[in-house]
């Protein structure tokens, strides 16, 4: 499986940004799996951001609850998170994943960097 992540950058505050994972050498249809994003800063653990089912229904971390909406689009194998009123707290390197519902090991992409400046 590879996941290649992109869209990250340098942004001012209350700025948006849209994140997006392509997603290829699947051994199952891609419509089969659980996509997500998670975030990390240097030196602490990675926390989950966004998830998305196989059925479209979207989970978020309370930190990401009214600013972003993750997505997906199954024809081309695609991720996306849309990320509205940034913060200099949500400065880190995102990244895509893809599991296989019901099991928690994930496989992940290279993360992407994000800025949030003040």
């Known amino acids: 499986v590879q996941l290649q992540a992109s869209g990250g950058g340098l942004v001012q505050a209350g700025g948006s940004l849209r994140l997006s994972c392509a997603v290829s050498?699947?051994?199952?249809?891609?419509?089969?799996?659980?996509l997500g994003w998670y975030r990390q800063v240097a030196g602490t653990q990675r926390e989950m951001v966004a998830e998305?089912?196989?059925?479209?229904?979207?989970t978020y971390a309370d930190f990401a609850k009214g600013r972003f909406t993750v997505s997906r689009d199954n024809a081309e194998k695609m991720l996306y998170l849309q990320m509205n009123g940034l913060k200099p707290e949500d400065t880190a390197v995102y990244f895509c994943?893809?599991?296989?519902?019901?099991?928690?090991?994930?496989?992940w992409g290279q993360g992407t960097q994000v800025t949030v400046s003040s």
């Open positions: 994943f893809i599991k296989v519902p019901g099991r928690s090991e994930r496989q």
């Open positions: 050498q699947l051994e199952s249809p891609f419509r089969l799996y659980v």
């Open positions: 998305i089912s196989t059925g479209y229904r979207a």
